[in-house]
């Protein structure tokens, strides 16, 4: 069963490359129900109505009430392969198996999802802990870290970053990505400093990637924290399996429809699709 700590609780388009200004989000338009033509709401509108209303008000008492505030990193921060495509990474990594004999590693659905975290994933079931298994992470990683240079940050993530910090939160990284990308991108931006040393992400046992809550354990562990002080923001159903299983607090963050559909669809109830709202919120939190 999804635990919610909070009740109803919760898991743009993106800034020009690299710079630290950012332009209005990419906003996913609310259902609405047919018009009537009578020129009131019906008892459905008003049912919608006080549900948006219920959500916000739980979004707001995450946020003011978070202490430790742990952030994935390709999603909610940026969008690591905007720019160096996920699913030549994939085939490559596909091909580097096939030239070795060992593509039947994959099964046919795996080939064909093009995700080169599900390439690692399987692999990792069927050689856990062997050299493969090893030298395939590091192909990722190097593929990571070529990303980097052309890495979309979210909209409204750097400031938001940076008021949290100074309002008083402790921040850290919870990601399945190679720790050595989330330290190159931070000091890309400016962001160092927000998050050091705490940066948890992934390892060559891939078998404790998100949906295993390990990367948030460590996180509150080094933080001292307990799981209901704190709040994740995620933007995938992984991400908040992780958080739900860690007992933490979970917003999501939705980038467009789709992304909104599966967080809802996996439990979460405090969805945003922009990150401004987060960022009005720290601001202005009575």
């Known amino acids: ?6 009740g109803n609780h919760h898991d743009g388009p993106d800034t020009l490359l690299m710079t630290s200004h950012t332009t209005q989000t990419e906003q996913v338009a609310p259902d609405s129900d047919t018009d009537t033509g009578t020129g009131t709401g019906t008892d459905t509108d008003t049912g919608m109505e006080s549900s ?14 978070a202490r430790v505030v742990l952030w994935d990193f390709d999603g909610p921060m940026c969008r690591l392969f905007a720019g160096h495509s996920a699913r030549r990474v994939a085939q490559d990594l596909m091909g580097w198996l096939e030239g070795r004999g060992l593509h039947r590693l994959l099964t046919e659905a795996e ?22 298994v090893a030298e395939l992470e590091e192909r990722l990683t190097q593929e990571e870290l070529r990303a980097v240079a052309s890495a979309m940050p979210t909209a409204y993530a750097d400031p938001l970053i940076r008021t949290w910090r100074a309002t008083g939160p402790r921040l850290a990284i919870t990601t399945n990505n190679s720790p050595r990308v989330v330290t190159s991108y931070l000091a890309g931006r400016g ?34 924290s307990a799981p209901e002080d704190a709040l994740m923001i995620g933007d995938t159903p992984s991400d908040f399996a992780a958080a739900d299983a860690a007992g933490v607090p979970f917003l999501g963050y939705a980038r467009n429809a789709d992304k909104e559909r599966r967080l809802r669809g996996a439990g979460a109830t405090l969805v945003v699709n922009s990150l401004e709202t987060v960022l009005e919120t720290v601001r202005h939190p009575a």
């Open 1 to 6: 069963m999804v635990r919610r700590p909070l």
């Open 52 to 65: 948006r209303g219920d959500e916000a008000a739980d979004r707001r008492k995450a946020i003011t009430r």
């Open 111 to 132: 080939r064909r999802s093009l995700d080169p975290h599900v390439v690692v994933r399987a692999v990792d079931r069927a050689r856990p802990g062997s050299d493969l």
């Open 191 to 224: 962001l160092t400093d927000c998050f050091a040393p705490h940066i948890y992400g992934r390892t060559q046992d891939l078998g404790l990637l998100k949906p295993h809550p390990r990367c948030l354990h460590l996180a509150l562990r080094a933080l001292g």
